[in-house]
């Protein structure tokens, strides 16, 4: 029977060695993250910069609110596809904008999951700003980041649990390691993105499919399997490709390789794939049959991005249409067009930078080299499948919002491939640090942690002073959206430019600005507050003062125009119903109107 340590001199020997020896080595690791994290999210971390992380954020406080899955982000290609909706089936058209308004453009497990988190902190932290918005962060953005940091440490987890597992422990501790020290991840966490979570099911799934190839592998040639063990196996990879399909819909797109290499790899082939399809349509079912039944389209909104950034739905002009978008002869042309463009600029920009740090350049040149398992080299050429079908979906996928962050927003689909990228990097990095001479152990260990840092540069040098201030400047002022937006009740309507904004940091219902203030075909915004529902308050930020006036000589009262005669010649057009602007919003450019004065 063992003993535990009886005195000092065997307490160092037990810390020493064998297992004592391990878990200080694991406490240390797990202290230097916290240390990183705390200072990252103290001194780096900053605001929303995103509208896709503002409109997920204001949509998991409505369910943790109780208010359902709706959406104080009011799209008029939403209220348009409703009224459509209306119109098919017989019910009423009037008052849609009277009612909480559902939410067409978001799938529902990351805000679902958000509404999980703020359950479990008191109310009033994830409902309040803070009092200081130049030197901290609003609670809320601070547990979200908490949150996704969460999933970070997971990933890398399962990063090193399979690293270990399909090359050897080296590899998946470096992989790890370099997954951790990834500034890009870590700017995707505080940016308020599922990217974390839907690189965990990226995970998930090649692990998933490793053990399904395993099941056909392992039995002499010209024998069967089993049919529970991999059933249950295509299964759940389905499920998982639904979850993720369920948080963003461009993960559904990895159906495809994910089939192929069911087609291609397994003996039971004509069973698995079914079993696949099977399981990812029952999870993706239900809620595409809801977008359907209150919009008539099984995405919503969302189905309209690859038409977004055309040249005739130019930056946001698609989803901000209020009937029915015209249709262009040429619009197949103009998609093409599209890919094209944003291939070129992917190539040139994002695919050199597509694990945030030089490890991809390994990951390339590890394509040369040959793997002794079948199995391996499967996995290799699905990551290669993924990133190339990936490229295809973010450049037609691309908006406008990605010249706003352009590393690190919702746009952004090859980084998910990011783990298995660093998997097969650092197998080509100690494959070929196997046929160096170090001389000593030492030496060798020390190349190593060089790597390392060299990797994680971005992260390392971003922690140095100077601290970053959290503002997000100049649109975002969460203290001016507050403000103006608590003259407003919450069961009245606002409008503006930025109405993720203010759903996030106002909490009010608020309507994305129509094409023009005043048009002829009705695409403005007084046919909305004079005929569908009253709008008692207009916010405009710098985000309008600083757009381009493109419409200019159209005969269209566009909104850069009339921000400027309100602010410089203080001038209205005749018959607008706000008439009474807040003088307090009116530094560094925001303008705020209201039918009375409220303050």
Not at 311 to 328: D, N, T
Request: hydrophobic share 50%.
């Amino acid at each position: 029977m063992s003993q535990g340590p009886r005195g000092a001199q065997d307490l160092v020997h037990a810390l020493d060695m064998g297992a004592g020896r391990r878990w200080v080595r694991r406490w240390l690791v797990i202290m230097a993250v916290l240390a990183v994290a705390t200072i990252y999210l103290f001194r780096e971390a900053r605001n929303f910069s995103n509208p896709e992380a503002m409109d997920l954020g204001q949509l998991g406080r409505n369910l943790a609110a109780g208010r359902g899955y709706t959406t104080r982000l009011v799209r008029p290609l939403s209220f348009h596809l409703l009224q459509e909706r209306a119109k098919e089936t017989g019910q009423p058209q009037a008052g849609i904008l009277q009612k909480p308004h559902p939410d067409l453009h978001n799938p529902p497990v990351y805000p679902t999951m958000l509404a999980g988190v703020f359950k479990v902190v008191p109310e009033r932290l994830w409902t309040s700003l803070t009092l200081e918005p130049f030197r901290q962060r609003p609670w809320p953005e601070s547990f979200i980041t908490l949150f996704n940091l969460g999933w970070l440490a997971c990933g890398a987890w399962l990063v090193w649990r399979l690293g270990s597992r399909w090359f050897d422990w080296e590899v998946g501790l470096m992989a790890s390691a370099v997954y951790g020290g990834t500034e890009l991840l870590w700017r995707m966490s505080s940016n308020g993105l599922p990217a974390p979570f839907l690189m965990v099911l990226v995970l998930t799934l090649a692990d998933v499919l490793v053990r399904l190839d395993q099941t056909g592998g392992e039995l002499a040639p010209g024998l069967l399997p089993p049919v529970a063990r991999p059933l249950r196996l295509a299964a759940l990879a389905g499920v998982v490709i639904g979850v993720g399909f369920l948080t963003r819909y461009a993960f559904g797109w990895l159906l495809i390789p994910a089939v192929a290499w069911m087609l291609v790899t397994h003996v039971r082939r004509w069973l698995v794939v079914p079993a696949c399809l099977l399981a990812f349509a029952l999870v993706a079912a239900p809620w595409m049959a809801r977008n359907h039944h209150l919009s008539g389209r099984l995405l919503g909104t969302a189905g309209s991005t690859v038409l977004a950034g055309t040249e005739s739905f130019p930056e946001s002009w698609l989803e901000r249409h209020l009937r029915k978008p015209p249709e262009s002869p040429n619009l197949l042309t103009e998609v093409r067009v599209k890919l094209a463009v944003n291939a070129a600029d992917l190539l040139r920009n994002a695919v050199p930078k597509l694990t945030g740090n030089w490890a991809f350049f390994l990951f390339v040149a590890g394509l040369l080299l040959p793997f002794r398992t079948d199995r391996l080299r499967r996995l290799r050429w699905f990551t290669v499948a993924s990133i190339a079908l990936m490229f295809v979906v973010e450049a037609l996928t691309r908006t406008h919002w990605s010249t706003l962050v352009p590393e690190a927003n919702e746009s952004c689909q090859m980084v998910l491939m990011t783990p298995l990228v660093l998997l097969f990097a650092m197998s080509f990095f100690f494959s070929v640090l196997g046929s160096t001479e170090f001389g000593h152990p030492l030496l060798r260990g020390m190349f190593v942690g060089g790597a390392w840092v060299v990797f994680s540069l971005p992260l390392l040098t971003s922690l140095l002073p100077p601290r970053n201030f959290p503002m997000v400047l100049p649109v975002y002022r969460p203290d001016i959206v507050q403000e103006v937006s608590g003259y407003v009740r919450q069961d009245e309507l606002m409008a503006s430019d930025v109405p993720w904004a203010v759903a996030w940091y106002g909490d009010r219902e608020c309507l994305w600005l129509p094409h023009a203030v005043r048009s002829q075909d009705g695409e403005d915004f007084l046919s909305v507050t004079d005929f569908e529902r009253r709008v008692v308050a207009l916010y405009l930020s710098p985000f309008t003062s600083e757009e381009p006036l493109r419409r200019v000589g159209t005969g269209e009262f566009v909104w850069g125009r009339f921000y400027l005669d309100a602010v410089v010649n203080r001038n209205l057009p005749k018959g607008f119903p706000l008439l009474d602007a807040y003088q307090g919003s009116a530094e560094k450019g925001h303008l705020f109107l209201a039918d009375r004065r409220r303050w």
